[in-house]
């Protein structure tokens, strides 16, 4: 069985890491598990009860097969549709907001700055985001992690 590539993980670590801390809580790993959709790998991994380092976090992904999904934008793929509950397509502020929350805890982004993140990706203007704006988004927030430098 071969391994995520460390890239990869670093990347996935970046998401659950938006505040650049070094650590991701519990729940935050929790919701990447769910977001990789893979229920083997859920049995399999025990949920720590504290933040996890990169390195653990390394430790603990390092189970998943990279061959499970060819495409490498496959775990972001997922985690929008995790996000768009509705199913329509494109996330609102509110759905942002709630997943935002669920992988940062409550109150830690305000208002202000979920209408930020809404109006840095939307590059269409309509006030939501769709799959191809969020990847973007991703994808910025992860040369920015590596501390490229980003337009």
Do not use: C
Not at 4 to 30: C, H, M, S, V
Not at 92 to 119: C, H, M, R, Y
Not at 124 to 143: A, M
């Amino acid at each position: 069985m071969s391994e995520i590539r460390p890239e990869e993980i670093k990347q996935a670590f970046a998401l659950f890491d938006p505040q650049n801390t070094g650590r991701i809580e519990p729940q935050a790993f929790q919701q990447f598990l769910n977001t990789l959709g893979d229920e083997e790998l859920k049995a399999t991994i025990r949920i720590p009860t504290h933040p996890l380092s990169l390195e653990e976090f390394t430790t603990l992904v390092s189970r998943y097969n990279d061959d499970k999904s060819k495409d490498p934008e496959e775990p972001y793929r997922r985690a929008f549709k995790s996000i768009n509950r509705d199913g329509s397509g494109h996330v609102s502020a509110q759905e942002l907001k709630v997943a935002l929350e669920s992988f940062l805890g409550p109150n830690v982004l305000s208002e202000a700055d979920v209408d930020e993140i809404i109006t840095e990706g939307d590059v269409s203007g309509d006030g939501r985001i769709t799959l191809e704006e969020f990847l973007k988004i991703v994808h910025k927030s992860e040369q920015k992690h590596r501390g490229e430098h980003v337009l």
